[in-house]
T-cell receptor, first 114, second 118 residues
Framework: TAGITQAPTSQILAAGRSMTLRCTQDMRHNAMYWYRQDLGLGLRLIHYSNTAGTTGKGEVPDGYSVSRANTDDFPLTLASAVPSQTSVYFC?????????????FGEGSRLTVL | AQKITQTQPGMFVQEKEAVTLDCTYDTSDQSYGLFWYKQPSSGEMIFLIYQGSYDEQNATEGRYSLNFQKARKSANLVISASQLGDSAMYFCAMREGLSNSGYSTLTFGKGTMLLVSP
């Protein structure tokens, strides 16, 4: 079972360039999330989507945009990358209905902006 | 105020000993959930254990248990009989609202790095 697939695994990007991090899930989860992980700061929510066609801002949304055209895909776009966006990015999803509400994570995308 | 506080940046424990990783939380919701995730050096996020705010008993999953003290707003992770493979970063997280709410997100703490020595 693939679960959540993120691409690319890692990327070096020149400042000012645009970049889209891809995230695909095969669990038919309604909710999807993008977090960034930085040393000493833990994971911080960038954007989320509760269902296809809707998105919302998290704690650190500036400089990022997302779209949710369908249930499976939730790409994260950096329109004009800056060095402070150097981070590890995690995509996650959550199933609907009863349960713990745990998040299922992809393996992360390491982005370096120079 | 931070919603999730992990006050221990790093912890050391010897193999086979028990260790407690601290987590305190802040919420005004009556319904919430608390989670612990493990992140080994390979980077993936592994779900360990969950405690719901209405659960009367502390959650347990194998060698992991969650010491839930609701009045003190703490949700410490206890790892019994530590193993070398337990060396990892551990994150505490909280969901506010019901688990089946489409609008709930997880807020994470800053993490605790656990090193288990032989």
């Amino acid at each position: 079972t693939a679960g959540i697939t993120q691409a690319p695994t890692s990327q070096i990007l020149a400042a000012g360039r645009s970049m889209t991090l891809r995230c695909t899930q095969d669990m038919r989860h309604n909710a999807m999330y993008w977090y960034r992980q930085d040393l000493g700061l833990g994971l911080r929510l960038i954007h989320y989507s509760n269902t296809a066609g809707t998105t919302g801002k998290g704690e650190v949304p500036d400089g990022y945009s997302v779209s949710r055209a369908n249930t499976d895909d939730f790409p994260l776009t950096l329109a004009s990358a800056v060095p402070s966006q150097t981070s590890v990015y995690f995509c996650a999803s959550k199933g609907q209905g009863a349960g713990t509400g745990e998040l299922f994570f992809g393996e992360g995308s390491r982005l370096t902006v120079l | 105020a931070q919603k999730i506080t992990q006050t221990q940046p790093g912890m050391f424990v010897q193999e086979k000993e028990a260790v407690t990783l601290d987590c305190t939380y802040d919420t005004s919701d009556q319904s919430y959930g608390l989670f612990w995730y493990k992140q080994p050096s390979s980077g993936e996020m592994i779900f360990l254990i969950y405690q719901g705010s209405y659960d009367e008993q502390n959650a347990t999953e194998g060698r992991y248990s969650l010491n839930f003290q609701k009045a003190r707003k703490s949700a410490n992770l206890v790892i019994s009989a530590s193993q070398l493979g337990d060396s990892a970063m551990y994150f505490c997280a909280m969901r506010e609202g019901l688990s089946n709410s489409g609008y709930s997100t997880l807020t994470f703490g800053k993490g605790t790095m656990l090193l288990v020595s032989p």
